[in-house]
């Protein structure tokens, strides 16, 4: 039987939507990519013209005194030898959101406990620790930074000697900035902290002139590399994992389980077995998470704190849900109650850190603790942003209460056998909520209560393309892929499509695309643009 004008009329509406869609997001990042590689780097430009002084940011962290000293020093000579006037400024007076806008940052940082930075400047470490583990914030962030780092330490700490300086070095690179004077060592028991402040010094003044202008220094990464090498390693350690039984890959189908009146589950869990024993969170997991910014909670949960969040506390913008939604990105709370996913998408920003499987085999918390937890991490968190530089009062206040939950970060959150009861929980307490599913677990799709938002996915348009970038556990992965978005048309609630594009990965199956949005039929469509750094 012939379709219906009708059909055909829609099935062109959704072709040509899609095509406008895919067309524009294509247009607008080839155009952001050719931009930045036609502006020239503040040193470039310097380089093919006649000298020009640079104004820096002078920045230090001190603990005993002996940064400050030292950052005074510089500003007279820059004063003095330069004719520019540049005052030194603690790091806890700087708002780590205007480093984009920082032409040449000048660092002076000694090593606290623990080969960690001072507490002046730990807001600063964090932000840019968080935002170079981060995707979201862009290898190219601080392309337009040129940088110089002193350490004041003392080698009798060992290992540990200048640690701080080396981290705030490969932090900065990881974003994109460029190292323009090697780093500066200094060792304030063995004798040579003068003489190594001179030399690092005299190279600093010739940068600000103009006389001496580094595209980076050699030897030094730019971060790209580095980040990339920790994908390729944690591929291998997911291997090596599942080989040693760390991380669960066997395949279970099943039913959903029931609850008892107590609020805790009886028989078995959705994959048919018991609530497991083992714990999806390993001390190497959540090492390695952690120093992401998650806070753990309980046995398989995690809640990370949005620079987004952090920037509306500021009174700064929001992120694309207080655009497009409205909601108030400094009461948004991002969580999960599942850090382990079925696929290892090639784009996903954690690294493959998390633990992978297929099912649910560990130890289950249950969802009032973990609503619970992650308000109360969250809290903290934002409490920790109380005299952070340009924090409203106001905003802190109204961040305290969290009225919007965004279920996604790392993992796949509907692998949680107790999702409709966590989400009950949040809803009760007046907490909207969003959830991102990677469309592997139609059954879980068809028996999720309504969300306020529910997005699916969708990385690829076709099998091949779809197993090269999600990468994939079960065998069966196209097929889910199928049924998910079918499953998502037959949903009674607000429904969204989320396409990851990559190029030269996932951006050319226009039509494609067009065929699974009938399958779906949701309500908006967000296209996300990503370039993968080789």
């Known amino acids: ?167 705030f070095s490969r932090w900065l690179r990881a974003l994109g900035a460029v190292e323009v004077v090697p780093l500066g060592e200094g060792d304030v028991d063995g004798g040579d902290l003068e003489a190594v402040f001179e030399e690092w010094s005299g190279t600093v003044l010739r940068v600000v002139k103009g006389e001496e202008l580094n595209e980076g220094v050699e030897g030094e990464s730019d971060g790209l590399d580095e980040l990339e090498l920790e994908g390729e390693e944690s591929d291998v350690d997911d291997e090596e994992e599942a080989v040693s039984g760390e991380i669960d890959m066997e395949d279970i189908a099943g039913k959903a389980p029931t609850r008892m009146q107590n609020g805790k589950v009886e028989g078995g869990l959705t994959n048919g077995g018991q609530n497991g024993v083992k714990e999806m969170v390993t001390p190497i997991i ?36 207080h655009s497009f939604y409205g909601i108030e990105s400094h009461r948004c709370m991002e969580a999960t109650p599942s850090l382990a996913c079925a696929n290892k998408c090639v784009f996903c920003w954690r690294h493959h850190t998390n633990p992978v499987g297929k099912s649910w085999k560990w130890k289950m918390d249950d969802p009032l603790d973990i609503v619970n937890a992650a308000i109360d991490q969250h809290t903290k968190m934002v409490k920790q942003m109380k005299g952070v530089p340009g924090v409203k009062p106001e905003k802190l206040e109204e961040g305290l209460s969290p009225r919007h939950c965004a279920l996604s970060l790392v993992g796949e959150p509907i692998m949680y056998p107790e999702i409709n009861a966590l989400v009950d929980e949040l809803h009760r307490r007046h907490i909207s909520t969003f ?40 065998s069966d992965f196209w097929e889910r892929f199928l049924d998910s978005l079918k499953s998502l048309h037959e949903k009674d609630q607000r429904t969204v499509y989320r396409l990851t594009l990559v190029k030269g990965w996932n951006a050319e199956e226009i039509d494609a695309y067009a065929k699974l949005l009938n399958l779906g039929q949701p309500d908006f469509i967000e296209i996300k643009g990503l370039q993968l750094q080789s």
């Open 435 to 474: 959830l991102v599913t990677n469309a592997q677990f139609p059954e879980k799709i068809k028996m999720l209560k309504p969300i306020t938002q529910l997005y699916v996915s969708v990385d690829a348009a076709t099998k091949e393309s779809l197993k090269a970038v999600d990468r994939p556990l079960f």
């Open 286 to 321: 959540r090492t390695s998470l952690e120093k992401q910014g998650y806070k753990i909670l309980g046995s398989h949960s995690g809640v990370k704190i949005c620079r987004w969040t952090k920037s509306q506390l500021r009174g700064r913008g929001g992120c694309y849900k």
């Open 1 to 167: 039987m012939p379709p219906s004008p009708t059909a055909t009329t829609a099935s062109a509406t959704s072709h040509l939507a899609l095509l406008f869609l895919l067309s524009s997001s294509s247009l607008f990042f080839f155009y952001k990519s050719i931009r930045l590689r036609r502006k020239p780097s503040p040193a470039t430009a310097t380089a093919t013209g006649p000298a020009r002084t640079t104004i820096p940011t002078l920045l230090y962290a001190s603990a005993t005194g002996t940064s400050k000293t030292l950052a005074a020093r510089l500003s007279a000579r820059l004063t003095a030898d330069v004719g520019v006037p540049v005052n030194a400024t603690d790091a806890t007076s700087f708002d780590p959101d205007d480093l984009p806008s920082v032409p040449l940052l000048l660092l002076l940082v000694p090593t606290h406990d623990g080969g960690a930075p001072p507490p002046s400047a730990a807001f600063l470490a964090r932000w840019l620790e968080e935002s170079a583990a981060d995707f979201r914030a862009g290898a190219l962030l601080l392309s337009g930074l040129r940088f110089a780092v002193f350490g004041v330490g003392s080698r009798a700490y060992g290992e540990t000697f200048n640690a701080a300086a080396r981290s």
